[in-house]
């Protein structure tokens, strides 16, 4: 029997990688999918190049908070997996509108058209950041703590998820992930945005005294999990992953500037933000345990081989950056 597979934000960095993968010689073979992505800054279709010729892809441009779209597109698709969201702080700091509209609203939409239709599994993709800023690695059990408008959003979201599995019996599976890392990523976020400053010459930032603390995870083992929780997890679950290697962001500058070949006359230190946490961490013994989840990649050859992807694919990241002011 093949699966009917609806992706919410299948043209940005994590979803786009899911479906390559789904869809790629790795994949399950039993899979259709739909992506669905409203292609706002983040979203990019080159990201789907691979797969667009596969009889078993699908692209929708739309949003997930327009009901009708999602109720005709959800009636046609058996699972789904849920990874559009707005997802970067600052922008959340100056702005948390659209964070509560695409977050929240726009996974209600989604959870209501999935009970109308009797969808079968809904796999919910969440964030470590919804925990705030702890002292040891969180268990899926402990109490939310958000600080950032984005990171509220995104709690906001998974209590609704869970409330429909606890209230529906709708099989929803929630997973919090660390901080994510790969090829195409989009350059807001640290890793890229660092790799493609210094690619062009240009300064890097680093928040405060650079001792914010952040565990990484490769997209490469983000989508082995996700793909254990849609095939495996149990109904109404919430799985916590990560990769394992926990990183100070003055560490983490570290290994960035000698991948690029620059020193630290190219770092700019400046004032910490606001929402900014100490530190995120999570216990993902759970998924390990239920399903057998381990970390692959090893931090520092995955570290050299993004470095190695953004200096070779100049034309997929330069054109996102070209509106920008020349000083980082």
């Known amino acids: 029997m093949t699966n009917r597979i609806l992706v919410t934000g299948g043209a940005g960095f994590i979803g786009s990688h899911y479906v390559r993968t789904l869809l790629g010689a790795t994949g399950p073979g039993d899979v259709r999918v739909t992506v669905l992505d409203k292609l706002t800054y983040a979203g990019n279709p080159a990201n789907l190049d691979a797969v667009r010729g596969s009889a078993a892809f699908a692209f929708q441009r739309g949003d997930i908070c327009d009901a009708a779209l999602v109720d005709r597109l959800v009636a046609d698709h058996d699972q789904i997996v849920h ?25 209600q939409i989604l959870l209501d058209a999935a009970l109308r239709h009797g969808t079968e599994t809904f796999v919910h993709i969440s ?14 059990t402990e109490p939310l703590n958000p600080s950032s ?26 997973l919090r992930c660390t901080n994510n890392f790969g090829h195409h990523q989009f350059p807001e976020k640290v890793i890229p945005l660092f790799i493609t400053n ?78 900014h946490d100490r ?7 759970k998924i390990r345990t239920e399903l057998g989840y381990r970390p692959e990649r090893d931090f520092d050859a995955a570290l050299a081989r993004t470095v190695a992807w953004y200096r070779e694919n100049r034309a997929w990241w330069e054109p996102l950056r070209a509106h920008e002011p020349a000083a980082a």
């Open 83 to 107: 990874f559009a969201a707005e997802t970067h702080v600052d922008r959340s700091i100056t702005g948390a509108d659209p964070f509560i509209r695409t977050n929240v609203v726009g996974t």
């Open 127 to 140: 964030t470590d950041e919804v925990y705030g800023s702890v002292d040891h690695g969180c268990l899926e």
């Open 149 to 174: 408008p984005y990171s509220a959003s995104k709690a906001a979201s998974d209590l609704l998820v869970r409330s429909y599995h606890q209230t529906h019996g709708l099989d929803t599976r929630v």
């Open 198 to 275: 210094l690619l062009q010459g240009r300064s890097v930032p680093l928040y405060g005294d650079g001792g914010n603390i952040r565990e990484w995870l490769h997209i490469d083992d983000h989508v082995r999990g996700i793909e254990l929780v849609r095939a495996q997890g149990r109904p109404g679950e919430i799985y916590n992953i990560g990769g394992g290697t926990e990183l100070s962001n003055r560490e983490l500058t570290e290994r960035l500037l000698a991948a690029c070949g620059v020193g630290w006359e190219r770092v700019d230190f400046v004032a910490d933000r606001k929402g």
């Open 279 to 285: 530190r995120y961490s999570v216990d993902f013994s």
